[in-house]
């Protein structure tokens, strides 16, 4: 395998894994303010005698409203999509690949590779710990149809 391709599915897949817990916590927010405008328009009390309005529709409040909640709905669909995808393929790892890439990029901050391998949880040594990333890294470019 090259170079070129090598390092292409490999900063894709990087790059992916440390967004993660990012796109997660977004999810949170967006479903918050999703649940927010349903909640305002619940608020209506249905009990008491309805009251005649003057049928005057705003056409540029209403398009704010729809893309605004247009947006939100499909930013949440394309970070939901990666989250799930970055967990379906965290699951095909073994359980050693799994530590390594949860350590290494899914804590929210990239950790140091030495600050991993120097720890008393990863039981081997540097070369083994770069021969498990890299291949925990490809497998999950294969597992996503990256490579």
């Known amino acids: 395998m090259g170079a070129k391709e090598y390092k292409g599915y490999y900063s894709r897949v990087v790059g992916e894994l440390l967004k993660y817990r990012e796109y997660k ?3 949170k927010v967006i479903q918050y ?6 909640d305002t328009n619940s608020a209506i009390n249905y009990d008491s005698p309805g009251v ?3 049928n005057i529709f705003d056409s540029t ?7 605004l909640e247009s947006d939100l709905a499909d930013e949440f669909r394309e970070k939901f999509d ?4 970055i967990e379906f393929a ?5 359980p050693i690949e799994e530590h390594v890439i949860r350590e290494k990029y899914l804590s929210g901050r990239k950790k140091a590779d030495v600050d991993i391998y120097k720890t008393h ?3 081997y040594g540097k070369d083994k710990y770069y021969d498990i990333k890299d291949e925990a890294v490809e497998k999950i470019a294969r597992i996503l149809g990256y490579i």
């Open 121 to 123: 949880k990863f039981k």
């Open 52 to 54: 005649q309005t003057s």
């Open 82 to 85: 990666i989250v799930n995808l």
């Open 25 to 27: 916590q977004r999810l």
């Open 33 to 38: 303010e999703l649940d927010s405008k349903l």
């Open 90 to 94: 965290i699951a095909g790892l073994s």
């Open 61 to 67: 409040f209403e398009a704010a409203i729809d893309r």
